[in-house]
C-alpha cells in the first residue's frame, strides 16, 4: 500500500474486468458472480468524498438488492485501509456484469463478492497487474435485453491436463508466545471439460467448524499459487480445490496464516502434478524456509 500520507491516491489508468466468485458447491457459501470496473475519480477538496458506486446491471437481471450489497462491501473494504477517514485510492466503481441463483444468492454473498473485487483491485493497483480470471466463458444472461461487456481471455486458451490429487494436509502449528495454528485437508481435482470456469473452491465446512474469514484466506493462497504457477492471470490448469477438513485456534489463528496454508496446499498439489505420487505427510512445516526433511 502507498504510504498513508499520500491517501487518496489518484490512479491513472482503470483496472477493468475485476471478478469476483464465490461458489455454492459444498452448500455453506452463497453463489455470487461479478465483474467490476475500477476507474479513477477526480478527488474534491475535501479529499474525503473519494469513492463512488455505479450499478450498470439492470434490475430485471441482477435484483437491486444484490448489486447495492456489491458496492457497499467493494467500499466497505476500502475504507477499512483508510487514514484519517481518507481512503487510500479515488475509486469510482462500475458493477458491469453479473449472474445470481435462486435459492443460492444472498445479500450477504454479494457483499463479499464486493470486498473481493476491492481487494483484487487495489492489488492491481499495487502492482501494475492484470486481474485474475475465474471465469473462461459467462453464464448466459438471464434476460435477452441485457448485453454484457466481453470478459478478455487468450484465444486458444485450454487446460492441461491436471490429475487429481486427494487429502493434502497442511499443519502449520507453532507453541510460542505469539503462536501459529492453522491446520487444513484439502482435494485438488480437474474441472469438467465442458465447465464454464477457470478455478473453483468448494467448502464443505460451516463457520462454526472454520469461520469464513479463514477459508477465504485459505482460498485466496490457493488461487494465488495457481495463478503464480500459470500466467499470473490464469491458473496453471482449471481446478476444483474442496476444503473438507481444518481446524482453528480462537487465538493462534489469523487470516496471514490461513492464506499461507493455502499457498503450501497449492505447492504440494503441483508438487505432486509434476513428481508423481501422492501427498507427503508433514506433520509441521515452518512459516518459512523449507520443509524438515529438506533443511
Not at 70 to 78: H, K, N, P
Not at 127 to 144: E, G, H, S
Not at 253 to 271: D, K, Q, V, Y
Request: aromatic fraction near 10%.
Amino acid at each position: 500500500m502507498p504510504g498513508v500520507r499520500d491517501f487518496p491516491i489518484e490512479i491513472e489508468h482503470p483496472v477493468t474486468d475485476v471478478q469476483a466468485y464465490l461458489s455454492s458447491a459444498g452448500g455453506v457459501r452463497p453463489y455470487a458472480l461479478a465483474a467490476a470496473d475500477f476507474e479513477p475519480l477526480p478527488v474534491g477538496e475535501d479529499r474525503t468524498d473519494v469513492l463512488a458506486f455505479v450499478n450498470e446491471v439492470p434490475a430485471d437481471e441482477l435484483p437491486p438488492r444484490f448489486a447495492v450489497a456489491f458496492g457497499e462491501g467493494a467500499m466497505a473494504q476500502l475504507r477499512q485501509w483508510s487514514y484519517r477517514g481518507v481512503p487510500p485510492y479515488a475509486l469510482r466503481i462500475r458493477l458491469r456484469d453479473a449472474r445470481w441463483r435462486e435459492q443460492e444468492s444472498s445479500e450477504a454473498g454479494f457483499g463479499w463478492a464486493g470486498r473481493r473485487a476491492a481487494r483484487e483491485a487495489a492489488r492491481c493497483i499495487e502492482n501494475d497487474a492484470r486481474p485474475r480470471a475465474y471465469v473462461k466463458r459467462w453464464p448466459a444472461p438471464r434476460t435477452a435485453a441485457f448485453s454484457p461487456p466481453g470478459h478478455y481471455l487468450p484465444q486458444g486458451w485450454t487446460s492441461p491436463v491436471f490429475h487429481p490429487v486427494r487429502d493434502v494436509h497442511i499443519r502449520l502449528v507453532t507453541a510460542s508466545a505469539c503462536g501459529v495454528f492453522a491446520i487444513a485437508t484439502a482435494d485438488f481435482e480437474p474441472l469438467p471439460a465442458g465447465s464454464d470456469l477457470l478455478f473453483e473452491f468448494e467448502c464443505e465446512l460451516t463457520d462454526s467448524r472454520l469461520p469464513h474469514e479463514y477459508a477465504e484466506a485459505f482460498e485466496l493462497g490457493v488461487h494465488e499459487t495457481l495463478c503464480a504457477a500459470g500466467t499470473g492471470r490464469l491458473p496453471t490448469a482449471a481446478v476444483r480445490v474442496r476444503l473438507h477438513d481444518a481446524k482453528w485456534h480462537p487465538v493462534d489463528s489469523n487470516e496471514r496464516i490461513f492464506i499461507e496454508a493455502g499457498r503450501r496446499a497449492a505447492a504440494e498439489a503441483l508438487r505432486c502434478q509434476t513428481e508423481g505420487g501422492s501427498p507427503v505427510p508433514v506433520d509441521h512445516w515452518p512459516i518459512r524456509g523449507p520443509r524438515p526433511a529438506e533443511a
